[in-house]
């Protein structure tokens, strides 16, 4: 098993920034690849970026350019820097970590709310 927990969401202007972390604990040696999604109201959860054990990454492209994911394998914790937000960035963001060999992401967080206002 693996545990996620994410930190870092919260109210921010158009324009502002946020740091999202994801603090990974558990059998943590069976993942290869860790990644964000997000949810707005009414939506269905989305992926926003994803990164691999040895750090390829790749984003939706309605975040490329604002958006980056990082790791740190000594923390087993992934982060997402958001730059230039805007309001339809706004949703719960939830971590994920997919299993090797594994198609679909295994894991998941509880998820962290981020509200982009106008």
């Known amino acids: 098993q693996v545990q996620l927990v994410e930190s870092g969401g919260g109210l921010v202007q158009a324009g502002g920034s946020l740091r999202l972390s994801c603090a990974a604990s558990?059998?943590?040696?069976?993942?290869?690849?860790m990644g964000w999604f997000r949810q707005a109201p009414g939506k269905q959860r989305d992926l926003v970026a994803s990164?691999?054990?040895?750090?390829?990454?790749n984003y939706a492209d309605s975040v490329k350019g604002r958006f980056t994911i990082s790791r740190d394998n000594a923390k087993n914790t992934v982060y997402l820097q958001m730059n230039s937000l805007k309001p339809e960035d706004t949703a719960v963001y939830y971590c994920?970590?997919?299993?090797?060999?594994?198609?679909?992401?295994?894991?998941w967080g509880q998820g962290t709310q981020v509200t982009v206002s106008s």
């Open positions: 558990g059998s943590i040696f069976s993942i290869n690849r």
């Open positions: 990164i691999t054990s040895g750090g390829s990454t």
């Open positions: 994920a970590a997919r299993k090797v060999g594994r198609l679909d992401y295994d894991y």
